[in-house]
């Protein structure tokens, strides 16, 4: 658990509010993802970035906008959010995409 | 149809049995296929990986391929309590970047 470390862990916010994700991994991975995952439904993958470029983008809303300042680091920016995105965010990397991903403890989100 | 489909379960079996998980895919040129264990709480691990036909085993865990069938499975054998977790398929998509989750199997091994 370590290897992937994010923060907050837990997070309430307004939906005027801005807040954003960060997430760190120690691994020398080269790939770094965001995922949502909500109750009773599948991880919905978000983002992808390898080599620090967004190599994957979902189909996810604008009001959720993610940041790689380097192979390390990964951010997600979250403003005017709806109570819907409440939801457990996890971020994951691997060495490359088509490898192993290893996933931090995620952040538990609540939008009210 | 989803992209990976999983039985949501609960599958449940008493200690010491086999519990089978299995999974259906639609990308039929997917190549990579995971699974992973989640504990209530937690966040996914991963069990095996598996990418050409046929079985892979390691320790109480054996994957099985079948890609003309479209289908994944994994068996645990001799199940114990600490097993229950809710076990997550995932397929590497046939474009390499995208993996696809299925919603999860639940499994409750009885002591």
């Known amino acids: 658990e370590t290897g992937v470390t994010q923060t907050p862990r837990h997070l309430v916010m307004g939906m005027t509010n801005k807040k954003s994700l960060k997430c760190e991994q120690h691994?020398?991975?080269?790939?770094m993802y965001w995922y949502k995952q909500s109750a009773k439904k599948p991880l919905e993958l978000m983002f992808v970035?390898?080599?620090?470029?967004?190599?994957e983008n979902n189909s996810v809303p604008s009001r959720f906008s993610p940041e790689c300042p380097n192979s390390s680091h990964l951010f997600l920016h979250l403003h005017t959010l709806q109570p819907e995105d409440s939801a457990l965010y996890l971020c994951?990397?691997?060495?490359?995409?088509?490898?192993?991903?290893?996933f931090g403890p995620g952040t538990r989100l609540t939008v009210l | 149809q989803k992209e990976v489909e999983q039985n949501s379960g609960p599958l449940s079996v008493p200690e010491g049995a086999i519990a089978s998980l299995n999974c259906t895919y639609s990308?039929?040129?997917?190549?990579?296929f995971f699974w992973y264990r989640q504990y209530s709480g937690k966040s996914p691990e991963l069990i095996m990986f598996i990418y050409s036909n046929g079985d892979k085993e390691d320790g109480r865990f054996t994957a099985q391929l079948n890609k003309a069938s479209q289908y994944v499975s994994l068996l645990i054998r001799d199940s114990q309590p600490s097993d229950s977790a809710t076990y997550l398929c995932a397929v590497l998509n046939t474009g390499g970047f995208k993996t696809i989750f299925g919603a999860g199997t639940r499994l409750f091994v009885k002591a």
């Open positions: 691994l020398g991975h080269n790939a």
């Open positions: 990308d039929r040129g997917s190549q990579s």
């Open positions: 970035y390898s080599l620090e470029e967004r190599v």
């Open positions: 994951a990397s691997s060495q490359d995409p088509q490898d192993t991903q290893y």
